[in-house]
């Protein structure tokens, strides 16, 4: 399987902002949900935003009011705005989609199948 491709990490001062990307043209025509993730070293990969295939989002309380999960059809992406970033937000982020389309909060709690597909991660630092 081919991996997805997020750009967008890189290093901020806290308070600051980040959009990641996910392209996912290889999907174009098909429905799907998606949805960020994020690790760090020693610690299970958690769900940070889900949108599914119905247009319901649904996110991690510790980002709520912070961080918006949207998609461009026309450019073949999905994004992660990220704003007010803290310190603890620091962690590689993964992109991901559901090619069966589940429920955004069936997806933030995190699958592990052959529907689902995933990027190489991308990493995000925030600086105190």
């Not at 997020?6 to 990307?21: D, I, N, P, T, Y």
């Not at 069936?106 to 995933?118: C, K, N, P, V």
Request: glycine share 14%; with cysteine; hydrophobic share 30%.
């Amino acid at each position: 399987q081919i991996p997805l491709v997020e750009s967008g990490g890189g290093s901020v001062q806290a308070g600051g902002s980040l959009k990641l990307a996910c392209g996912v043209s290889r999907y174009r025509g098909r429905d799907y949900s998606m949805g960020w993730f994020r690790q760090t070293p020693g610690k299970e990969r958690e769900g940070v935003a889900a949108l599914d295939m119905y247009g319901t989002t649904t996110y991690a309380e510790s980002v709520k009011g912070r961080f918006t999960i949207s998609k461009d059809n026309d450019k073949d992406e999905f994004y992660l705005q990220m704003n007010g970033l803290k310190p603890e937000d620091t962690a590689t982020y993964y992109c991901a989609l559901d090619l069966l389309g589940r429920y955004a909060r069936l997806l933030l709690a995190g699958i592990e199948d052959s529907h689902m597909r995933w990027g190489r991660g991308t990493q995000v630092t925030v600086l105190s």
